[in-house]
């Protein structure tokens, strides 16, 4: 835990423009030529509650919100703005202040509003800075943002504060409110940030010994959520249609996309449920448009059935899971890995999907992408799973990590040019062909789109013929199931010819492993290099071919280390059964660290289980994780 | 555009091309009112001047969602009530299609009931045929949401406590512009209607009476049929909600009292569809999607360029 990098973070009501800020803030450390990753915690409700961004910056990349936290501004709130209510739930004003003592790390500063928040409130407050050495200011920042404007503009002067006593550069941030204001309010602003800049060092002695870190990366960088790389992996594939119905955490990524496609001559839809969303993705890509929905958990359980229906009919859709923490409705805002199995298998019959897995906003893009050309080849649904962490955190990617160009192939459809020369039967073209052998598409029969002269047939979700009628035959049943369920196996060559498909991180000859997938690749690589510098040897591998498993790659892993610790934010070991049950073996090498109480893991927490399991002696008592071995073997 | 060259094509359509080689009676019963819908709209087509290839009939499950078996066209036999979301997409995605889409009152008004109310709200540009046969074919006669209160079935054994469902009402009053009900054994009235629901530009509703005598003996089709156009006890003005509600209320009442009531009952000739506000609104494009996947000069824009705004 070293001081070698800021994090930053920003408490106070929901509605008190923590959002806001903290983005023009992450933005204004980025631009200074750090590397950014932000964290963002919130309650199930819209106004009021306790929340707080995290905003982690350092020169080296950053992979992970990291351990607690060295900075905290806590801002005076808006819980009880409503005229008609008294100030309610107890002392839910001083909780910007007293809910986020227990994470601030040794000799932190606090910043925190005088004007609307009372530390003398908080019992053992004085006690515990002392204790801990923190650095307080107390700073009338309602006060200040009042006077030279209106009091929602405190955040401002809680930013110029800050920036002060890290001895940032302001004009970073002074350039960002001149994009994102002007006029009076620009004014104003710009006022507050350097009253509460100067006052702060004017007024104040700086006891304190954190700076902002100072920034070197050359690349231009931009700050992406992964639900920016899933909407903008979507619209580089060309995917110009989309469908939904609002469920957190996939709502980001459905707003990103509404707010492009119809610009970018594409349709958005907001529908009556999932059942349609899904059925309506289906409809647009059979009528020849590359077309995608999704949604988190109870959304996508709805979609189960459609889900099958595009697999049966060989129609291409992209659907994106985005998980938060169930059982039913759970912890709508809580990130966990819980839908793994839900994913997998949710769906009638010997139903197939491809199922990717991406682990950071870089990721998200390229696997989305990947998700779609998949899909459009194979007439195959593909899944992207991520969560709730991913969805909204965003990360520093070089900018040219998107400097891709578009990818509008359509996948194996017939040209009306071969219509005219294709083999017809009961009047109708052989969309479901057998015997495409020359075709080179294998287990693909190519498929046309309505209004393509000579290529008419019916797409049914009942077992069909060739040309999609019903047919109850036991050998066309085998032969078009066998058709069907052979992609999965092209579809893993496909994915295994990339060269760095599911890469290795750290030393190639490490004694252990850690095998994830999904959002926690950051913060396992962050622990992995922890340990090795302690003296262990372990290496990771984060899994984001899902579905098809990519079984010679994590079997090659798991053979060149004595045992690995498979990290995963839920309560029953699903990616663990997963992998045991795609490779049928290793169950006496695997140990769980399961993590499910709403939180993502911190490094310190991969490390101490690492060192609970593997290495040695750790006492796992004060984090909510635990350690499960596996059965069978 | 050349990957679409049956949209538009004008010759003249003879209905037999609307047939496949497959035969309906593998599946339907003697005597069943499916026969009818399929005959009716077979005959329709040539009438609106639509291809085969530009037609695209999306269905249900249940008897009634086999009809895409039997209708050679572009077609999507799809899963139990959710046929209109499955052509509401293909409709915007390519907006030169005729789409129809088709299934059973169980289909319709049971399962895909929030569906129906729906796309009738936003008013979409295409047809709805419900087969109203008051009874669950195909999972052999249960009873259905049009089903008369006190029907006995092997689910209602007691006889059903419930109220019918009002298919023409709640059409309506869900936003449909264009809704009328006929009966397979009315085969020119079906035809008219259904030529019309084509052209009609917007959510054309026909709630399509159809008998089932393998599972419904009290089937309507033993009634006299009346046209509440061509009879002059009805006078009401079909542009009008309020005279059209009345006119479907009694229609709705007098169907379980034994007096059948068929014709057009509610057209809005004026109100724009959906996709027509929604291309208003920027929303949608005015060509096919699909054409540009096939146009090698279509300019992609690229997510490289919204970048700016996360630097
Ligand atoms: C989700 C789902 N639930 C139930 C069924 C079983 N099912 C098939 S057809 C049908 C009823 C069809 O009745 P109706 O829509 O009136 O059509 P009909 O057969 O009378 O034409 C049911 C319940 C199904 N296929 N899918
Ligand atoms: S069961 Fe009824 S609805 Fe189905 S085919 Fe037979 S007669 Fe027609």
Redesign the interface.
């Known amino acids: 835990m070293t001081d070698d990098e800021l994090i930053w973070r920003i408490a106070g009501g929901s509605g008190d423009g923590i959002d806001s800020t903290s983005q023009n803030f992450a933005?204004a450390l980025?631009?200074s030529g750090l590397n950014v990753f932000t964290h963002r915690h919130y309650p199930s409700r819209i106004r009021g509650g306790h929340t707080y961004v995290e905003i982690r910056a350092k020169d080296e990349p950053v992979k992970s919100r990291g351990d607690n936290y060295n900075f905290l501004l806590a801002l005076g709130d808006s819980f009880a703005r409503n005229p008609q209510e008294e100030a309610y739930y107890g002392n839910e004003e001083i909780k910007p202040l007293s809910e986020n003592l227990d994470e601030l790390r040794e000799g932190g500063v606090i910043v925190y509003d005088s004007g609307l928040l009372d530390a003398s409130e908080i019992e053992d407050f004085d006690q515990r800075v002392e204790e801990n050495d923190w650095h307080v200011y107390d700073l009338d920042l309602r006060g200040l943002a009042k006077e030279h404007g209106r009091e929602v503009m405190r955040n401002t002067a809680g930013v110029g504060a800050t920036a002060a006593l890290l001895d940032m550069d302001l004009q970073y941030i002074e350039d960002l409110m001149e994009d994102a204001m002007s006029g009076d309010v620009l004014e104003a602003n710009l006022q507050i940030l350097e009253e509460a800049y100067e006052s702060v060092n004017d007024d104040y002695e700086h006891t304190h010994d954190i700076r902002a870190p100072t920034g070197s990366t050359d690349d231009?960088?931009?700050?992406?959520s992964g639900s920016?790389g899933i909407?903008?992996?979507a619209?580089?594939e060309?995917c110009?249609?989309i469908?939904g119905y609002p469920m957190t955490p996939w709502t980001d990524v459905y707003t990103i996309m509404t707010q492009?496609l119809?610009e970018?001559?594409?349709?958005?839809?907001q529908?009556?449920?999932e059942?349609?969303?899904a059925?309506?993705?289906?409809?647009?890509s059979?009528?020849?448009?590359?077309?995608m929905s999704g949604s988190s958990g109870g959304g996508f359980a709805l979609m189960s059935?459609?889900l099958g229906?595009a697999e049966i009919?060989e129609t291409p859709i992209v659907l994106v899971e985005a998980m938060r923490a169930g059982p039913s409705t759970g912890m709508p805002t809580k990130p966990e890995q819980g839908d793994l199995e839900h994913v997998l298998y949710t769906s009638q019959g010997d139903s197939n999907r491809v199922v990717f897995a991406p682990g950071d906003p870089a990721e998200c893009y390229e696997q989305t992408r990947k998700a779609f050309e998949i899909a459009y080849e194979y007439q195959i649904p593909a899944i992207v799973l991520y969560d709730q962490k991913l969805s909204g955190g965003h990360q520093t990617v070089p900018?040219d990590h998107?400097?891709?160009?578009?990818n509008?192939?359509?996948g194996s459809v017939v040209?009306?040019a071969e219509l005219e020369e294709a083999v017809q039967e009961?009047?109708?073209f052989k969309r479901y062909m057998y015997d495409d052998e020359d075709s080179g598409f294998g287990g693909v029969s190519r498929r046309s789109?309505?209004?393509?002269?000579?290529?008419?047939?019916?797409?049914?979700?009942?077992e069909h013929n060739e040309?999609?009628?019903?047919s109850e035959d036991p050998n066309n049943r085998v032969v078009q199931m066998n058709r069907r369920m052979s992609k999965l196996d092209a579809i893993r060559d496909e994915l295994a010819e990339n060269a760095d498909h599911q890469p290795v991180y750290g030393p190639e000859d490490a004694e252990y492993g850690i095998l994830s997938f999904g959002s926690t690749k950051g913060v396992i690589e962050e622990a992995v290099d922890r340990l090795n510098d302690d003296g262990h040897s372990v290496k990771a591998m984060n899994v984001s071919d899902i579905m098809p498993f990519p079984k010679d790659d994590v079997t090659a892993f798991l053979e060149s280390v004595d045992e690995s610790l498979v990290v995963e934010m839920n309560a029953s070991a699903q990616f663990r059964r997963h992998v045991q049950g795609q490779l049928g073996r290793f169950g006496e090498k695997l140990y769980s660290l399961l993590k499910y109480d709403g939180n993502p893991f911190e490094p310190e927490e991969v490390v101490s289980g690492f060192e609970s399991r593997l290495g040695g002696e750790a006492d796992l008592s004060q984090y909510n994780v635990r350690i499960e071995s596996a059965t069978g073997d | 555009m050349?990957?679409?060259?049956?949209?538009g094509?004008e010759r003249d359509i003879d209905r037999d091309e609307f047939?496949?080689?497959?035969e309906p009676q593998a599946?339907w019963c003697p005597g069943c009112g499916d026969f009818g819908v399929l005959k009716a709209l077979k005959q329709a087509m040539p009438e609106v001047g639509r291809n085969?290839?530009?037609t695209?009939l999306?269905t249900g499950?249940g008897c009634s969602g086999?009809l895409?078996?039997y209708f050679?066209?572009?077609?999507?036999?799809?899963?139990h009530g959710?046929s209109l979301?499955?052509?509401?997409?293909?409709?915007?995605?390519?907006p030169?299609?005729e789409v129809i889409a088709a299934g059973g009152d169980g289909d319709g008004y049971g399962i895909g009931g929030?569906?129906f109310?729906?796309t009738a709200r936003e008013n979409h540009d295409m047809t709805y045929i419900v087969f109203d046969n008051e009874i669950f074919g195909l999972t052999k006669g249960q009873t259905s949401p049009t089903s008369p209160k006190g029907h006995k079935s092997k689910t209602q054994p007691h006889g059903s406590a419930k109220q019918p469902i009002r298919p023409l009402s709640l059409a309506l009053t869900s936003g449909a512009s264009y809704v009328a009900r006929t009966a397979a054994v009315n085969p020119n009235q079906a035809k008219e209607i259904l030529t019309e629901a084509m052209e009609h530009d917007g959510f054309a509703h026909v709630d399509f009476l159809t008998q089932c005598p393998t599972w419904n003996k009290d089937a309507k089709q033993y009634v006299p049929y009346i046209d509440v156009q061509d009879s002059d006890d009805y006078d009401f003005d079909i542009t009008d909600r309020g005279e059209a509600s009345e006119m479907m209320q009694e229609a709705e009442d007098a169907l379980y009292e034994g007096k059948v009531l068929t014709g057009r009952f509610y057209h809005d000739e004026d109100r724009p569809s959906y996709q027509q506000e929604?291309r208003n609104a920027?929303?949608?494009?005015e060509e096919?999607?699909?054409e540009?996947?096939?146009d090698d000069d279509?300019e992609?824009?690229?997510?490289?360029d919204?970048?700016d705004r996360?630097?």
Do not use: C
């Open positions: 933005k980025m631009r231009e960088q931009v700050l992406v920016h909407a903008y992996g619209l580089d060309g110009r249609f469908s492009h119809p970018m001559g594409g349709i958005s839809e529908v009556e449920d059942i349609a969303a059925s309506l993705a289906i409809g647009a059979h009528a020849g448009a590359k077309a059935e459609p229906l009919t900018e998107f400097d891709e160009e578009p509008p192939d359509i040209t009306e009961a009047g109708r789109i309505p209004g393509q002269k000579g290529g008419n047939f019916l797409a049914s979700g009942n040309v999609g009628h019903i | 050349s990957a679409f060259n049956a949209i094509e047939t496949p080689e497959i599946t085969p290839e530009e695209l999306v499950i086999k895409s078996s050679r066209s572009y077609g999507f036999h799809s899963i959710r979301p499955v052509a509401r997409a293909a409709k915007m995605a390519n030169d299609l929030n569906h109310m729906h929604k920027g929303d949608m494009p096919p999607l699909a540009r996947y096939f279509y992609w824009e690229r997510s490289y919204l970048l996360h630097k």
